[in-house]
């Protein structure tokens, strides 16, 4: 069995694109946004805002803690959600990255 092409890439990489992939729905950016605001919510609460069904935002929510964006603590039949920042530390760190180098080498291209 060959290697996968994940295999190809440093495990940075292939973390960075696992955390961005994440935020690649709009359903998920609309949970991401919701959980700033409130700061801890519950999965209910997710439902109401978002013009999706519970199994779907589940889903969604599912995938965002599978990337490490959000967290999740059991409380009593719910789960409580909020924002995990290790996650955004790191994406915070590529795009700074990128923005510095960009502010450095600022001239016309292509």
């Given at each position: 069995m060959g290697a996968s092409k994940s295999d190809h890439f440093t495990d940075h990489q292939n973390e960075l694109a696992t955390l961005t992939k994440a935020l690649g729905h709009p359903a998920r950016i609309a949970i991401i946004e919701y959980l700033l605001k409130v700061n801890t919510?519950?999965?209910?609460?997710?439902?109401?805002?978002?013009?999706?069904?519970?199994?779907?935002?589940?889903?969604?929510?599912?995938e965002l803690k599978s990337?490490?964006?959000?967290?999740?603590?059991?409380?009593?039949n719910a789960i409580c959600?909020?924002?995990?920042?290790?996650?955004?530390?790191k994406i915070k760190g590529f795009f700074e990255t990128i923005a510095?180098?960009?502010?450095?080498?600022?001239?016309?291209?292509?």
């Open positions: 919510c519950i999965c209910g609460d997710i439902v109401n805002e978002l013009p999706l069904s519970q199994p779907t935002v589940s889903q969604h929510l599912k990337a490490g964006l959000i967290k999740g603590n059991i409380d009593g959600y909020c924002i995990n920042e290790a996650g955004f530390e510095l180098h960009i502010e450095k080498n600022k001239k016309e291209c292509c």
